[in-house]
């Protein structure tokens, strides 16, 4: 079946210094790959997202690119703000979700962002 | 535009009891599912309903029902509540099931049970 795993948390970085939260993946064929953030009390928001394999997604400042060969879908920011402590999820959609819109999350990475 | 509510925020049951949560989807969205949210975990899909038929579901035992009205607003219901359903029910809506209708989640409903 299909499956996510993502870099343990808790993340702490201190403003203005650069991300990367791994994400690695295991789907049959070609999955739409996803992340999405989850701010305290809040529901989760799409960040971005890549639907083929070299795409790159991104939004806020935010990347990250599907690689096929690695299946890997690594989010990267090049300066955080304290703004964008929440809770990192990576998530995927594959062929085999059927006529559903189902999406497998990884476990989600927590990152605290210091001033 | 309306985004996805979900009622009520929090919730507190006892063991065995049923409890039904509430989902208004976002204006013009007929696609909704719905997710299970563990302390510190991520969601995992519990079903989706298009057009008022269940069209997926993950792997949650029949005591977790649902139902989609003709507004495309659902209800998810679960039966013979036990400790481990405490969690996040997460609702999320879309215009379609395709991929490039993104999913709008809404806050969601903590329930709790004792």
């Known amino acids: 079946g299909n499956s996510v795993t993502q870099m343990e948390g808790p993340v702490t970085l201190s403003e203005e210094a650069f991300l990367t939260i791994n994400c690695t993946y295991t789907?049959?064929?070609?999955?739409?790959l996803f992340w999405y953030v989850q701010y305290p009390g809040e529901g989760l928001q799409l960040l971005l997202k890549?639907?083929?394999?070299?795409d790159k997604g991104s939004n806020k400042g935010f990347e990250a690119t599907y690689r096929k060969e690695t299946t890997s879908f690594h989010l990267e920011k090049g300066s955080v703000q304290v703004s964008d402590s929440a809770v990192y999820f990576c998530?995927?959609?594959?062929?085999?979700?059927?006529?559903?819109?189902?999406?497998?999350f990884g476990s989600g990475t927590q990152l605290t962002v210091l001033p | 535009e309306t985004g996805v509510t979900q009622s009520p925020t929090h919730l507190i049951k006892t063991r065995g009891q049923q409890v039904t949560l509430r989902c208004s989807s976002q204006s013009g969205h007929n696609t909704v599912s719905w997710y299970q949210q563990a302390l510190g975990q991520g969601p995992q899909f519990i079903f989706q309903y298009y057009r008022e038929e269940e069209n997926g579901r993950g792997n949650f035992p029949p005591r977790f029902s649902g139902l989609q009205f003709p507004n495309y607003s659902s209800e998810l219901n679960v039966n013979a509540l036990e400790l481990d359903d405490s969690a996040l029910y997460l609702c999320a809506s879309s215009f379609s099931t395709g991929d490039n209708s993104p999913l709008h989640f809404g806050n969601g409903t903590r329930l709790t049970v004792t």
């Open positions: 890549a639907t083929k394999a070299d």
């Open positions: 789907a049959t064929g070609y999955p739409s």
């Open positions: 998530a995927l959609r594959g062929i085999s979700s059927g006529s559903a819109r189902q999406l497998t």
